[in-house]
């Protein structure tokens, strides 16, 4: 073929943008480098020819050898798969149980029965049952309830709502779990908390996070939120004891417009005690999208200058530019500054 | 069948680099540009017994690497499967004498790759062989079995949405970096 240039060959009558036609000889230069020479593509097509007179898994392996694309887009698609098909066993909260405890002077069969069908239109409950009993010479109530979702914040404004007329109203909740078969996927959207950092105030992002914690199971979990117009400060603690292996924390996800908000710093500081008393310190913590996990062994043994020390360097080794400062049981990891 | 992979290998020798980069050209990432070469030379394989005339096994071959994108690119599997920003990774690049130009290059090239996906098949390919590998309007016609007035509209219309693609997405006066040495544009090969 007698090869004339394009549009060197000519004028332009209609020039792209500059800015485009920078791109396309970016890409121009870009797509000649680091091309593999005529043999080696011929001797994959052989093999790949060849290859394709099998049949079966051997047939799929080597097409996929040849075909990195494939194979990416392939294994996309197993992992895709595994997540929506892998079936597991997890727990789950799928609603809570109201214990409502009425004691009053002024507490007739009638005004009981009242409140009883409050209770129950404010929860939403099916239905409430209602036993008296005698307690130290007075008479008290018991109300209970099944709820489905998380009823709690209603449950607690019932609560004042009787404080209010002069009842004495004790409102307890508590979590109704069921083991449920799904898959990997599933579950570990239900160990994703998600809490909107543009919902309300501190407080109300602090109350959101704790009854969210709560609802995953983490009910002793200690929560302050700090918001100084510029930043959130979020901090959370809680503790598991017992034999936790195989029981993954629920991870809390901060939102803003719906989105994970990204470049802060989070800390996640664990301390497994094994049979012997020796306690190893996990500290998982991302700065800016970096992510690392460091394990200090024996960290009961150390000193808190020891472990601050030890901690940082792994840290930093990790590629984190943080300092580290442990002052008994507390350990906290900030960005450093310069 | 080795005495025609030879013959297939000795006339590929002096287009295969060309043919290659406009395989990568024509694709959103490298690998996939990799694979459809690929591709094209074993089609070209199967069908070299009908190829009478070696003289015009360019044009010929060239002809044979547009079928096979455009048979691919009809498959929707084939449209959304590569994420754009794999298509040129920075890291991937050999750094030039200036390593960041390198990089801003990569950046130009993902951008100019994601923009040409817009286009549909016959448009990529006119403003890709036109506007790149300096084909002329007539060659494509050839290439592509079709007009010189259908190739000059495919132009047209594929500068067109280029042009609007990169208004939309900001990038029409956008500063990425120094922009890379001009690469002069000349014969295929």
Known sequence: MNVETGRSGRDREQPLVSEVDRDLRALRTLTETQQPEIQTVVRAARSRRGGETRGGFSMAMQLLQRRPVLATGLALIVVALGLFVIPVSYQRTVGYDVALKLEGANLSPQRVAEIATGLKSAIGAHGVSVVGDVENGKLAYALTAEAKGDVRQRAASFE??????????????????????????????????????????????????????????????????????????????????????????????????????????????????????????????????????????????????????????????????????????????????? | MDATWERLTALLGPVHHAALATARRLCRSRAEGDDLYQDTVLRAFDKLHTLRDESRFRSWFYATLLSRHRNRYRSAFWKRRVPYDQAFPDGAEPVGEDGRERGAEAVRARRATEALAALDAAQREAVVLFEIDGFTIEEIADLQHASVPAVKSRLVRGREKLRRYYERRGWANANVAPAPAAVAKGATS
């Open chain 1, 160 to 338: 004042r709502l009787l404080d209010g007329l002069g009842y004495v109203a004790t409102v307890t909740t508590t979590p109704r779990k069921e083991t449920v078969a799904g898959n990997v996927y599933a579950y570990a959207a239900s160990l994703i908390i998600q809490v909107p950092v543009d919902s309300g105030s501190a407080a109300q992002i602090e109350a959101d996070i704790k009854q969210k914690l709560a609802a995953a199971g983490v009910t002793n979990a200690e929560v302050s939120v700090i918001d100084d117009g510029q930043r959130h400060d979020v901090k959370v603690k809680a503790e598991r004891t017992g034999d936790v292996s195989g029981q993954p924390m629920p991870e809390l996800v901060l939102t803003k417009g719906g989105a994970p908000l990204t470049g802060g710093s989070q800390v996640r500081i664990m301390k497994k005690r094994d049979a012997s008393g020796a306690v190893t310190l996990v500290v998982s913590t991302s700065h800016d999208g970096k992510d690392a996990t460091v394990e200090i062994p024996n960290a009961n043994t150390m000193t808190d200058a020891a472990l601050a020390a030890e901690l940082q360097s792994k840290l930093q080794a990790a590629g984190l530019d943080v300092t580290v400062h442990v002052n008994g049981s507390e350990i906290t990891v900030e960005k450093r500054t310069p």
